[in-house]
């Protein structure tokens, strides 16, 4: 506790990881179409992630790995074309990329001859056809700048997109160095690296029009990283469904040598899903090709709203009414986010609203609304003309089992936020926040034994150490997470 209060600012912080780099592989979503549901999940577990890193002293490399590269671009081609023909000097954004990617799929099914058509244009890509590149940029700049608006508002950052399409020139060398160490196999016209001995199917390298795989593009991309970054470990947080995938590139990694392939770490996720009624009555999960996408601005947007009425609902300051929109906004970002760490991430997730915004626990907004009482407690403790807060020493007198308690739990924030990154789990430090809030309501709601404030003003005065404490460790918490701290609520 007193650690707290000496140094807020470097409270919680860690040192395991001085003078080393992890890249941190996230969000990482396939573009020219909006970011779906299942890019959610990434964007924030990485997120955290990256923050949780850089607070245990390590140096963060955060990379988006963008699918901006293969067939789908050729499809969309196709799509475009004909819309733009019909209708010359065509303007598109995300939205309506997807709807010709839509459109491009239903007249797909009845004419075979268009994706032939997609795969000509993408051939042309590959090619360097100036026409198909221009496109090509017009589809990437479209996407990154709605993406970048949503990173904004989640506040997420990366220090660089390097797409697919990046290492276009770069997959040749690592298809030299897989042949050089005999690990290249030809198969039905296609090039592979057989992994039957390791009890996996092979790993597809080059396919047989020619055409370089996601996995190549993995290889390569895993090399550039150590090369460049001097990685201690590489952490790929995607989904459950891409196990496969990485234990073959990582297979494939160590077979050619690379003994930093065990270094590298697939941070798998389970599945998020929306129950009834948080996009009208069915249940959600979004398929892109179908245009069932569940649009994470969408739930962004209703989570504002719906935060915006509880918070006008509860409002007993004036201020609080001046400030609705910013606090929603926070609020409703916050429990967006924070349902991601109810669990952890291994597990699939079923996003509903009475959950999300829940007031009474185990919610974001519930830990954010505990934030603002114990900042409301200090206001008033200071109005009152209360004492400097405790700063000199041990507090001797905070010493009932319940503050015994919260002091213990106090001490074992760093090593949590330290636990939490040993296994790139960022529910830990969801679970210690909730644990905190509950020992220390308990306390508050004791009023009994624990009156914080009192005649004896020393007592008081650490009793409100205890308080400031506990808000700087929620502040904190709630900060590595990725939620605002609002003052008020
Ligand atoms: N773009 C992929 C997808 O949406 C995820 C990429 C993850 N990162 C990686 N290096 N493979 O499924």
Redesign the pocket.
């Known amino acids: 506790m007193t650690r707290a209060l000496d140094n807020p600012a470097a409270w919680g912080r860690g040192e395991s990881g001085k003078g080393k780099t992890v890249v941190i ?1 996230y969000s ?3 573009i020219a179409k909006p970011l779906g549901v ?2 959610i999940r990434s964007t924030i577990i990485g997120a955290a992630l990256c923050r949780l890193y850089a607070n245990a002293g390590w140096r963060v490399v955060a990379i988006n ?3 901006d590269w293969g067939t789908n671009f050729g499809q969309l081609m196709v799509a475009y074309r004909k819309a733009e023909a019909e209708n010359p000097g065509l303007k598109v954004d995300v939205q309506s990329l997807l709807r010709l990617y839509i459109q491009y799929h239903a007249a797909a099914e009845e004419d075979e001859g268009l994706a032939d058509e997609a795969r000509a244009w993408f051939k042309r890509l590959e090619d360097g056809d100036a026409e198909a590149h221009r496109l090509w940029q017009l589809f990437v700049d479209e996407s990154l700048k709605e993406l970048r608006r949503l990173y904004d508002r989640l506040g997420v950052r990366f220090d660089a997109y390097l797409g697919e399409s990046f290492y276009n020139d770069k997959i040749e060398p690592v298809i030299r160095v897989l042949r050089a160490k005999g690990l290249l196999k030809t198969s039905e016209g296609a090039e592979v690296v057989d992994l039957s001995e390791h009890g996996m199917p092979a790993c597809l390298i080059r396919k047989r029009d020619g055409a370089t795989t ?1 996995a190549a593009r ?1 290889l390569a ?1 895993a090399i550039f990283r150590h090369e460049n970054y001097g990685f201690a470990r590489c952490l ?1 947080v ?2 459950n469904q ?1 196990d496969l ?1 990485f234990r073959q590139v990582f297979k494939v990694l160590e077979l050619a040598g690379y003994e930093w392939a065990q270094e590298c770490v697939h941070v798998k996720f389970g599945m998020l899903s929306f129950g009834p009624g948080v996009f009208g009555e069915e249940a959600a999960t979004g398929s892109t090709r179908k245009g069932q996408v569940v649009f994470l601005e969408e739930v962004l947007d209703r989570a504002a709203a719906k935060a915006r009425n509880i918070i006008l609902d509860n409002a007993r300051e004036e201020e609080i009414r001046h400030q609705a929109d910013r606090l929603a906004e926070q609020v409703g970002t916050g429990a967006v986010i924070f349902s991601e760490f109810l669990q952890r991430r291994a597990k699939d997730v079923v996003f509903t609203w009475e959950k999300a915004l829940n007031l009474q626990g185990d919610s974001g907004p519930y830990l954010q609304y505990t934030h603002a009482r114990l900042c409301s407690l200090r206001r008033k403790y200071e109005e009152a003309g209360g004492g400097a807060i405790w700063r000199n020493g041990a507090p001797l007198l905070l010493s009932s089992p319940l503050e015994k308690e919260i002091m213990l739990h106090l001490a074992d924030f760093t090593d949590t936020l330290g636990r939490a990154v040993i296994e790139d789990e960022p529910s830990m430090v969801a679970d210690y926040l909730l644990d905190l809030c509950a020992v220390f309501n308990r306390f508050f709601t004791d009023k009994e034994r624990h009156r914080i404030v009192s005649d004896d003003e020393k007592l008081s005065s650490q009793r409100m150490a205890l308080v400031e404490a506990v808000r700087l460790t929620l502040a904190r918490g709630l900060e590595l997470l990725g939620l605002a701290a609002p003052a008020r609520m």
Do not use: T
Request: a negative charge.
């Open positions: 592989d990482s979503p396939n299942h890019h790995h963008l699918g996601y993995d991309a790929y995607v989904a891409q995938h």
